[in-house]
């Protein structure tokens, strides 16, 4: 997980009805973030040859209120994912930025020292994310920057119309380590347009591994007029 800060102008044309930026240390943040998903069921089902696979997305965070509690959610610019049925699957599902492009990724143990690397190719040209960890994860620490990026647990989409989906997504919180030699590798602008491609340009504020966990998506919900209003006041 690399997390760059970002001119809050940026995203705000990407909050979805209803939500609003959540902002950490009031600094909006973005994150490029690779993982793979590992004996993927869909509806209880497995899907024969996509089943494991990558993804890398570029997320923010929102929030919303309901009554007197606060879901923090993270919201997709774009998902990347190596096979067309599954990113057709997820468009349809849940309206979510995926595209299907050839990916690859690498996982590296000496000693105590692990090194990551998840790729995508762009027009001829290999793109990828970079990191090293050291030692052993540690648990969350509560108020921490590692907390905020890993414990959201909805997702929102703006849909074509204007209106809103959420879903809920469960697992237990993650032990993370803080990675080092953090690099993003390539050109992103073909990936994520020019504007990302300059806010992600430069250093990360934090880079974050996490040693990840069964993970469940719920299914996706239209918010009613009634909760986008509720939401609003």
């Known amino acids: 997980m690399l997390n760059h800060e970002v001119d809050p102008a940026l995203l705000r044309p990407l909050v979805p009805r209803g939500t609003e930026l959540d902002l950490w ?3 909006a943040v973005v994150s490029v973030v690779g993982f793979r998903f590992v004996a993927t069921r869909v ?11 990558e993804e890398v997305n570029l997320r923010f965070y929102v929030r919303r209120r309901v009554g007197t509690a606060l879901r923090r959610a993270v919201v997709f610019i774009r998902e990347l994912v190596p096979r067309p049925m599954i990113a057709w699957t997820a468009r349809l599902r849940y309206n979510e930025p995926y595209r299907a492009l050839p990916m690859r990724h690498t996982i590296q143990t000496t000693g105590d020292e692990r090194r990551l690397s998840y790729e995508w190719r762009e027009r001829g040209e290999w793109i990828g994310i970079q990191a090293a960890t050291v030692g052993s994860a540690s648990a969350l620490v509560a108020g921490s920057e590692a907390e905020f990026i890993t414990e959201h647990y909805w997702g929102y989409t703006r849909q074509r119309d204007g209106g809103t989906v959420e879903y809920q997504v469960q697992h237990p919180p993650w032990l993370v380590w803080a ?3 953090v690099s993003c590798v390539g050109d992103l602008t073909a990936t994520y347009g020019a504007p990302f491609a300059r806010a992600l340009g430069g250093t990360p504020r934090s880079a974050f591994v ?3 966990s069964p993970v469940t998506v719920g299914r996706p919900r239209r918010l009613t007029a009634d909760e986008l209003t509720a939401s609003a006041d």
């Open 43 to 53: 509806l209880g089902m497995r899907i024969p040859g996509h089943e494991n696979f």
């Open 210 to 212: 996490a040693e990840g």
């Open 25 to 27: 240390q009031k600094q």
């Open 179 to 181: 990675a080092s030699s």
